[in-house]
């Protein structure tokens, strides 16, 4: 293997390694040294119900301050976050979350605001919600939003769930829901959970939906299509509105799966297309990746005909303030106790108003400008399946690599000996070993250069020394693991050994 370039970000000099706390301090070794309480002491089995008390734990470690300082300051650092470097994960959207808005968000008032407050207390906190669902009609082209679904799959299951109900409200709740192939994979099991069948939906040689393939397979039986636009390949739906339009004279309604809409925001509307429900990912589209940051957050928004099914509660308007309206005969009900992730829409409308409508255009605009400078750095060492325009990522394939019995997986575990967190593989399933890169916008020329540096060295690498890669990566704690045997034969729980 050739030496790494200084530019790499991997990891080098002390690579501190950190095993169990079980079986380290000794007996009476104390992090705290508390003063006399003044009051006698009593036994808890005197003071307690007897199924309320727990037998001593055998080996529980006793430590000191600075074992216990020490031993999760190291975990930390074997871990790899967003403040670390880019994560340039297909289709998952992992920007940089701004800390303007992390404070925000930690604002006593916002984030001390106890869920059973009255709506005369907590008025701040329904004015946010409030304007940020508006920001998000404005955004995406629709009439109405809740902000209540705490993830993208739960904002699926919540637009499915109104689309159900509208179909219900007219007689039939109808059978079958259509799914192109390069939908996320979410969206047949959301089907399937809201009762429908789904179909598949075999995308064009080009890597987009044809509208013969839609008007094929519509027929009074369909609910729904669920389209993914830009779809996991990247490309544009380009023929979304002649498909709304197919769908509408059968009855059935588009279904905008908006996890990718850090494309298209505040440059085009999925409802000016014909859309008639969507969910958004805040924790995508706008700054706290998922996974790493905090939770999930996936607002749905609505076309006119469906507000009536919007889940209850819903802010509204009441005199100079706001009030959280249950009188919705026709809802889908509650989805979730209380009201969202409500640390999610703070950042988000933090992050809304410090971009302004400029600012949330250009993100989208650097998003596909950063996409498509990756395409052209690898396009000579990756093979590009498809040859239509990338928007916010691109989609290649090991199939240049296989040639030297390299893989997809031997790809991204050597990127972690560069220092850069793997890309997304083998998804989307319509591309055999692929390479899913989506570097967002919030990473710079420099970065994006640096990771197809890595990328193109990772590709020479495979070539002339493809055994390399098979033990790879090797600048990392633990090396390569079985996957597969970590799958069938997971260790769920340790037992310490008795002292």
Known sequence: MKPFPDTSPGASGLAL???????????????????????????????????????EIDGLPELSEPEVVRHFVRLSQWNYAIDSGPYPLGSCTMKYNPKSAEAAARLPGFAAAHPLLPE?????????????????????????????????????????????????????PRKKVLVPDSAHGTNPATATLAGYQAVEIASGPDGVVTPAAIA????????????????????????????????????????????????????ARPGDMGVDVMHINLHKTFGTPHGGGGPGSGPVAVALPLVPFLPVPTIRRAGDGFALDFDRPQSIGRLRTFWGNFGMWVRAYALLREWGPDGLRRAAQLAVLNANYLRQLLSPAYHLPYSAPTLHEVVFSDKLQ???????????????????????????????????????ETESPETVEALAAALLAIAAEAAEDPAALHAAPTRTLVRRVDEVRAARKPVLRWHPKPR
């Open 120 to 172: 005369e207390d907590c008025q701040g906190a329904l004015a946010l919600g409030f304007a940020l669902e508006r920001a998000l009609c404005e955004i995406t082209g629709l009439a109405a939003a809740t902000l209540q679904p705490a993830a993208g799959a739960h904002g699926e299951l919540c637009g499915m769930l109104m689309v159900r109900a509208y179909h219900v409200a007219r007689g039939n």
């Open 17 to 55: 390694r950190e095993g169990l706390l079980f079986g380290r301090g000794s007996p009476g070794r104390r992090g705290t040294d508390l003063p006399a309480a003044g009051v006698p002491e009593a036994e808890p089995a005197a003071e307690l119900p007897a199924e309320l008390l727990r037998a």
């Open 402 to 440: 296989k040639a030297h019995g390299v893989s997809a997986l031997d790809v991204a575990k050597r990127l972690i000996d560069h220092g850069f967190h793997p890309p997304t593989i083998y998804f989307p399933l319509v591309v055999s070993g692929a390479l899913m890169l989506e570097p967002t």
């Open 216 to 267: 094929g397979a519509l027929d009074e039986d369909v609910a729904a299509l669920m389209l993914t636009n830009p779809n996991t390949l990247g490309i544009f739906e380009r023929n979304v509105r002649e498909i709304a339009t197919l769908l509408h004279e059968k009855g059935a309604l588009l279904y905008n799966d908006g996890a990718n809409l850090n494309a298209l925001a505040g440059v």
